[in-house]
Nanobody, 116 residues
Framework: QVQLVESGGGSVQPGGSLRLSCAAS????????MNWYRQAPGKERELVAT????????YYADSVKGRFTISRDNAKNTLYLQMNSLKPEDTGVYYC?????????WGQGAQVAVAT
């Protein structure tokens, strides 16, 4: 079965950095586009970044462009999100997601807190 397990969340001061990882199993990771979403307290879940199956094409939400970098290692079946220059508004739970046909699969989420 499809499994996505995020790690690397934590607490950091504004301006700091974190690197999230998403370990994937149960499907052919190298075939699929992968996504990072986040959900801030009291807000709807939003798309943060997307990367195609070979890592040659990426998309970023305007709010994170220039600060976040999505990448993947298909040999390790792992998705990454490097987050730099973090702001308090980046606080939330970060999820990786894969869409396989009509079915979407989510990880359990990684908490990120940005505060002084």
């Amino acid at each position: 079965q499809v499994q996505l397990v995020e790690s690397g969340g934590g607490s950091v001061q504004p301006g700091g950095s974190l690197r999230l990882s998403c370990a994937a199993s149960g499907f052919a990771f190298s075939v699929y586009t992968m996504n990072w979403y986040r959900q801030a307290p009291g807000k709807e879940r939003e798309l943060v970044a997307t990367i195609n199956n070979v890592g040659s094409s990426t998309y970023y939400a305007d709010s994170v462009k220039g600060r976040f970098t999505i990448s993947r290692d298909n040999a390790k079946n792992t998705l990454y999100l490097q987050m730099n220059s973090l702001k308090p508004e980046d606080t939330g739970v970060y999820y990786c997601k894969v869409q396989r046909g009509s079915s979407g699969y989510w990880g359990q989420g990684a908490q990120v807190a940005v505060a002084t």
